[in-house]
């Protein structure tokens, strides 16, 4: 607006004189339309407010006040289009962000600017710990504004949720309408918030969060900010509502999605198992043998399979290159850690009857199921695979161990109507028969034994449920040409000829290797005879009772060896042989440590050589001085021990000491 230099010397010079007429209305409309401050307007109104009193100077000022006027009614108008941007674009993200993190900060930035706030913030409520977090922040800088969790009972949080209302403090610290917490005030107070203002977001009657803005100096907020804030709280509001039934949909899309899969899977997996039953029970029905369930099994449930007797030995197993897959081995562990796993996995699965885990390695999952007919275990199936089997697979297997005992009932009654006269004719030899030897010569005979010529018997004892397993394993490893198996009581008898001893003997050490328990075996001397057999039957019999009381077993040992003493002891008690040997060895048995035993097996030596001192050193492998000044040595122990009487009684007591401990004397017996 321009004056003339009269019109600016009265503006400098109030008092001189007045304003000349001039088209004011048109200078403020310039201003306006430049959009001017509301400062400048107000500078103008204070210029004449200075002039002198008149009609002229009413007019202006009031003219002024005018377009003062206008400009804070445009302003306005700025403000709430902006408000109405911002609530339109807060609009647009709830339909275009699908992320309700980036919608919350989205409304928190826009609350803060439309506000002209040096902080905003959004705390939602969390069902389960009944407070309110920090969700969304903008303008703060402190990590422990951003941890604040808030109850219900304190804060501005907390006033705004109970009432459901707005709420604004221009004095923060000083404010006493709401509970006041010191870990709070503590992060207001590192923010340096002064003023705040919070509204709530509304899900019906629930206050599911709040919105703040706050200053970090003294300030009222006007009506106006409440509204806007509370239109972007409505939305926030909204954007939760809608998070959490999108959260909802998805759950239930998956939900739905994971039971179609399960679906699918059930109605393939129960076409599998039809499929398999189906296959099993025609295998049976048709004859068929393990290696066929073997690979049967295999093929379905894609792993390495083995069937085991009930001692654990492998009877057959699926063919490995027809299938690419081998076994491997247990790893780090040593070779029987694998063996033992399933051993003891066995037990497991028929104590509970079904199967289960025997271990499980990154890449190798061994499952066993037990095989029990007739009197007890008839043995195990197994399988070998590179991850664990389902539910379906694992029906699958255990309907396969199911066939797998019933073929193998049906081996051992086939095998037991082949041999059912052998516990007759067993019975009636070594029973003391009262029927004709010659009747039992000749069915013996048809089992390939021949009694005319020198025969031997074996006695084999161990646990009760194991012994037909053990004739089991026997009958499988040799050949039945001069030998008979049976069981006899708790225990296992084998008539063999004498060409076939060694052969027996091989068996025995074959069958016992990978046996998991005890075991003793005596083997009797040669009876040419058939009457000799029961004799023969009842010194095994005393020679098994006499190492029993000296607990020795795990061995095969011969009756030759130990008939004289098991006649001597045969009602003798563990503490009855050790009051023997105290006696009979005195101070060479009493504490003895390693160099009275050193001293035993110099004097056993010797008296077995026929007190040959050089063959005894021989056999001990010391020098013949060595040797002699270990005599000397027992001659101080054992005082007058060379008397004929007494020599023979510690040749017994030694003889006796080896057999019980055969870690004292190695590889005596």
């Known amino acids: 607006?321009?004056?003339?230099?009269?019109?600016?010397?009265?503006?400098?010079?109030?008092?001189a004189q007045a304003l000349p007429a001039t088209p004011v209305e048109a200078d403020i409309v310039r201003l306006l339309h430049r959009d001017a401050s509301r400062q400048e307007l107000a500078g103008l109104l204070d210029k004449a407010r200075l002039l002198p009193d008149g009609p002229e100077k009413t007019r202006l000022i009031q003219s002024i006040e005018m377009g003062v006027t206008i400009k804070e009614r445009m302003d306005q108008h700025q403000l709430r289009e902006r408000g109405l941007l911002a609530v339109i674009e807060t609009a647009q993200d709830l339909t275009a962000i699908t992320d309700l993190d980036k919608v919350l900060q989205a409304i928190v930035q826009r609350a803060r600017k439309l506000v002209g706030c040096d902080v905003g913030y959004l705390s939602i409520y969390d069902d389960e710990k009944c407070d309110f977090y920090v969700r969304a922040t903008d303008g703060a800088f402190s990590e422990q504004f951003r941890r604040i969790r808030i109850g219900l009972e304190v804060g501005v949080c907390g006033f705004v949720a109970r009432n459901r209302a707005p709420y604004s403090?221009?004095?923060?610290?000083?404010?006493?309408?709401?509970?006041?917490?010191?870990?709070?005030?503590?992060?207001?107070?590192?923010?340096?918030?002064?003023?705040?203002?919070?509204?709530?977001?509304?899900?019906?009657?629930?206050?599911?969060?709040?919105?703040?803005?706050?200053?970090?100096?003294?300030?009222?907020?006007?009506?106006?900010?409440?509204?806007?804030?509370?239109?972007?709280?409505a939305h926030a509001s909204v954007a939760i509502g809608n998070a959490r039934l999108f959260e909802q949909a998805q759950k239930a899309l998956r939900q739905a999605s994971t039971t179609n899969a399960l679906l699918s899977r059930q109605t393939a997996d129960t076409r599998a198992a039809a499929e398999a039953h189906e296959q099993l029970t025609s295998l049976v029905a048709r004859g068929g043998d393990l290696p066929e369930i073997c690979l049967m099994v295999s093929h379905r449930l894609g792993g390495h399979v083995v069937v085991r007797d009930e001692g654990g030995s492998q009877i057959c197993a699926s063919a490995r290159d027809a299938l690419g897959f081998a076994a491997p081995a247990a790893g780090p562990h040593d070779k029987y850690w694998a063996d033992d796993k399933i051993h003891a996995a066995l037990d497991e699965s028929r104590r509970l009857g079904r199967s289960v885990t025997a271990f499980a390695l990154p890449s190798h999952v061994c499952r066993v199921c037990a095989v029990v007919g007739g009197k007890g275990l008839l043995g195990g199936l197994v399988i070998h695979t590179e991850s664990a089997l389902n539910d379906m697979a694992v029906r699958i297997f255990e309907r396969g161990a199911m066939v797998t005992g019933v073929v193998l009932l049906l081996k051992e009654q086939r095998s037991y109507s082949i041999l059912s006269d052998v516990p007759v004719v067993l019975h009636g030899l070594i029973h003391r028969p009262q029927g004709s030897l010659e009747k039992l010569a000749r069915q013996a005979a048809a089992y390939g034994l021949?009694?005319?010529?020198?025969?031997?018997?074996?006695?084999?004892?161990?646990?009760?449920?194991?012994?037909?397993?053990?004739?089991?394993?026997?009958?499988?490893?040799?050949?039945?040409?001069?030998?008979?198996?049976?069981?006899?009581?708790?225990?296992?008898?084998?008539?063999?000829?004498?060409?076939?001893?060694?052969?027996?003997?091989?068996?025995?050490?074959?069958c016992f290797s990978g046996y998991k328990g005890e075991f003793t075996v005596v083997v009797s001397e040669s009876v040419a005879m058939p009457s000799e057999l029961a004799q023969a039957f009842q010194n095994a019999g005393r020679c098994l009772r006499f190492l029993n009381v000296l607990g020795r077993s795990t061995a095969v040992f011969h009756e030759r060896d130990l008939l004289l003493y098991s006649s001597l002891f045969d009602e003798a008690t563990e503490q009855g042989i050790d009051a023997f040997l105290r006696s009979a060895l005195g101070g060479l048995y009493r504490d003895g440590g390693p160099r009275k035993v050193e001293l035993a097996r110099t004097l056993l030596a010797y008296l077995d050589q026929g007190h040959n001192a050089r063959a005894a050193a021989a056999t001990l492998d010391v020098h013949i001085n060595t040797f002699r000044q270990r005599l000397e040595a027992v001659d101080a122990l054992l005082g007058r021990w060379r008397e004929p009487g007494r020599m023979l009684e510690v040749h017994m007591g030694l003889r006796l000491w080896s057999l019980r401990d055969d870690e004292v004397f190695p590889g005596h017996v």
């Open 1 to 15: 607006m321009a004056y003339s230099s009269v019109e600016r010397d009265g503006m400098a010079r109030p008092a």
């Open 450 to 510: 021949d009694l005319s010529q020198a025969t031997r018997l074996a006695l084999i004892q161990t646990r009760p449920e194991r012994s037909a397993y053990v004739v089991r394993q026997l009958r499988a490893r040799l050949d039945a040409s001069g030998t008979l198996f049976g069981e006899a009581g708790d225990h296992v008898v084998a008539l063999v000829n004498d060409h076939a001893l060694g052969a027996l003997q091989a068996g025995l050490a074959s």
């Open 169 to 233: 403090s221009s004095d923060y610290g000083a404010d006493e309408r709401f509970v006041h917490t010191g870990f709070i005030d503590s992060a207001m107070l590192d923010e340096n918030i002064k003023s705040i203002l919070g509204v709530p977001l509304l899900e019906g009657e629930k206050v599911v969060g709040v919105l703040f803005v706050g200053d970090r100096y003294v300030r009222s907020y006007v009506a106006w900010e409440m509204s806007i804030l509370s239109t972007l709280a």
